[in-house]
């Protein structure tokens, strides 16, 4: 019997009619699957196109989380103040007349010293009737203070985040090189902590605040910025408050981008006291030495000392240990300012954090992200956490 294909007649009046219906069938339902795919494809290429040219309202009313996170570079804020005289630029940060700047500091009157660094001074400017900035004075005659000058300069001119210092410009003269910088009033932690007020204007939250805007600046160098940024000089004199005791970090001349040289071949550098133990003794530098430092930052806001200076960070280390890790001592080697004014249990947690930052084995320390997301649930939430103060118990005072 011969085979059938699908379009062979079998019979003339019984297949003639069904075979028409089918093809019919199949037109319409070719007919509509390429209108269906062709939808398909126009919406496709204007979501693409939409996602890649959106609009100008758009662009306005929805900044991105990128955007947002970083804040708004202060440099081209200069341009409003026409008294401002700049002289040229460097990458994109202005560089202003060395005339303005000795005019600004009155000529670098010590009255206006704001603080000292190992290369030179912090001065107090007015560039404007309306502007105040801060002016650090570097003395350039070695290449380690150039390297730093330029180091900071092109490190603090690319970054752009609201815990992290900014920059307005530069200036030249000679050896002599200047970085200005908003100015922050309330100086920096350590004159808050162990200067004439003794740590009286720093509640428990707001140093909670502090530990917490410290912790989001490192962060972005470490988690956020490309290539990732260690710090490597984190300390209390280099984190600075504003009118509001908001914290930025600052003083970035010895940090270094991840990958821009052979981290174990770096010169030490650094303050003792807040030096990791595996960077002092072997050299050896990661993200985790920032973390290190941060924990006796943290260790400073507890208990209101300095870092025990000439001595290991072993040692240092060890010096509050038992004290921080047994609870019912704990409470009586805190800051006297902040004594009985937290939640015994934020005390705690804040006090193991703080022993999990100092550990000498760096695996063994948190990343920086971790320790933040740990603050967020202990700070108010005017002050920039998730913490409501109407559900907290405090400690009463006895």
Same mark, same amino acid.
């Given at each position: ?25 199949? @037109? ?7 209108? %269906? *795919?062709?939808? #398909?494809?126009?919406?496709?290429? !204007?979501? +693409?196109y ?8 758009n ?14 570079p ?6 409003k ?73 092109d490190l603090?001119?690319? @970054? ?7 920059? %307005? *410009?530069?200036? #030249?003269?000679?050896?002599?090189? !200047?970085? +200005? ?92 006291g ?122 009463q005072?006895?």
């Amino acid at each position: 019997m011969p085979a059938f294909s699908p379009g062979t007649q079998v019979g003339e009046n019984q297949q003639d009619h069904p075979t028409h219906s089918h093809k019919k069938m199949i @037109i319409a339902l070719a007919t509509a699957s390429a209108a %269906l *795919g062709l939808l #398909i494809l126009s919406l496709l290429c !204007f979501w +693409i196109y939409s996602a890649k040219y959106p609009s100008k309202s758009n662009r306005k009313k929805v900044p991105t989380s990128s955007d947002a996170e970083k804040g708004l570079p202060l440099a081209p804020f200069l341009s409003k103040f026409s008294s401002i005289k700049m002289v040229g630029k460097r990458g994109c940060l202005p560089i202003i007349d060395y005339k303005q700047i000795e005019k600004g500091t009155n000529n670098f009157r010590e009255s206006n010293i704001l603080g000292e660094g190992g290369f030179g001074c912090v001065y107090k400017a007015q560039l404007d009737e309306n502007l105040d900035v801060a002016v650090k004075k570097l003395h350039c005659e070695t290449q380690n203070a150039e390297r730093e000058f330029e180091n900071e300069v092109d490190l603090l001119s690319e @970054i752009h985040h609201p815990n992290i210092i900014s920059v %307005l *410009g530069c200036s #030249i003269n000679d050896d002599t090189r !200047f970085i +200005i910088y908003e100015l922050m009033q309330n100086g920096s932690l350590e004159t808050q902590l162990h200067g004439p007020s003794h740590g009286a204007a720093l509640s428990w939250h707001m140093r909670m605040k502090i530990a917490l805007d410290t912790a989001r600046g490192l962060e972005y160098l470490h988690e956020h910025h490309k290539p990732a940024v260690i710090h490597r000089d984190l300390k209390s004199s280099n984190i600075l408050l504003d009118a509001n005791f908001n914290a930025k970090l600052s003083d970035f001349g010895l940090a270094i981008k991840d990958g821009s040289q052979s981290k174990n071949n770096i010169k030490l550098s650094g303050t003792l006291g807040y030096v990791a133990p595996e960077y002092l003794l072997d050299g050896k530098l990661t993200d985790k030495s920032d973390v290190y430092a941060f924990g006796v930052v943290l260790l400073e806001l507890l208990l209101g000392k300095r870092p025990v200076e000439k001595l290991a960070p072993s040692q240092c280390q060890s010096l509050a240990m038992p004290q921080l890790t047994d609870r019912s001592k704990l409470p009586n080697i805190v800051d006297a300012v902040i004594k009985n004014s937290m939640d015994l249990k934020h005390l705690y947690q804040v006090a193991a954090v703080a022993v999990l930052c100092v550990q000498p084995e760096p695996s063994y320390r948190p990343l920086i992200t971790d320790v933040l997301h740990s603050l967020i649930p202990l700070v108010p939430v005017e002050l920039g956490g998730t913490l409501r103060l109407q559900q907290v118990t405090h400690t009463q005072e006895s």
